[in-house]
């Protein structure tokens, strides 16, 4: 079982439409980053968090350290916002460990 | 430059050639990362520096992979003897210690 865990692997929207990205983890952490990857581009720090609810723009992101699960919600999805997210934990030592990512499409 | 740069961004190699990727992290970062990302396979923790202390080396698949960051600052991996499956995307990221990590566009590298 992998230490950080995603769902859905894949996920395909109508433009407008809110969209949940759920990520849980077996390790202890420090802070837990959303992570944005376009196609043949680099990679982005959407969120760090360690508690709690952050938001910016139609992005919000969710942390419950008691049950080890965060959310990535989107909302009113655009086509643009097309893209691998990542999920990924780090230890106390400040490495990153990794969740396998949700390809998300949003169609026009 | 404002952000993490990575050279080069591609590079093709043929099978049991030493290759040197280079990271320079964005300026007053302590803490610098080392990634791959193989295709169709999520990131990979290679190796971590954070300002002087010993790195963190517990993510390199194998002692053909080493690493060196000089004066706290640019840092290379050195991958000897390439292999076809070391053919990746490998990518660099640099923090303030125990902050958000920023992802240099990584380099593309092909073992032919």
């Known amino acids: 079982k992998n230490e950080v865990e995603q769902s859905p692997q894949n996920l395909t929207a109508q433009e407008g439409e809110f969209i949940t990205i759920n990520c849980s983890y077996s390790?202890?952490?420090?802070?837990l980053h959303w992570l944005q990857q376009h196609p043949g581009g680099g990679i982005v720090s959407l969120f760090m968090l360690s508690s709690g609810k952050k938001k910016h723009g139609r992005l919000i992101a969710t942390i419950n350290i008691q049950e080890k699960h965060s959310s990535l919600h989107i909302t009113a999805s655009h086509p643009r916002d097309s893209a691998v997210y990542i999920c990924a934990v780090r230890g106390h030592t400040g490495k990153l460990i990794f969740g396998q990512g949700t390809t998300l499409q949003v169609k026009p | 430059g404002a952000g993490v740069s990575q050279s080069p961004s591609n590079k093709v190699t043929e099978k049991g050639k030493d290759v040197e990727l280079r990271c320079d992290p964005i300026?007053?970062?302590?803490?610098l990362y080392w990634y791959r990302q193989s295709l169709g396979q999520g990131l990979e923790f290679l190796i971590y520096?954070?300002?002087?202390?010993?790195?963190?080396k517990s993510g390199l698949p194998s002692d053909r992979f080493s690493a060196e960051r000089t004066g706290g600052s640019v840092s290379t991996l050195t991958i000897q003897r390439t292999q076809q499956e070391d053919s990746a995307v490998y990518l660099c990221?640099?923090?303030?210690?125990?902050?958000?990590?920023?992802f240099g566009p990584g380099t593309r590298l092909l073992v032919l």
């Open positions: 390790v202890g952490i420090s802070a």
């Open positions: 520096f954070q300002g002087n202390s010993a790195p963190d």
């Open positions: 300026s007053g970062h302590t803490a």
């Open positions: 990221a640099s923090s303030t210690h125990q902050e958000t990590q920023y």
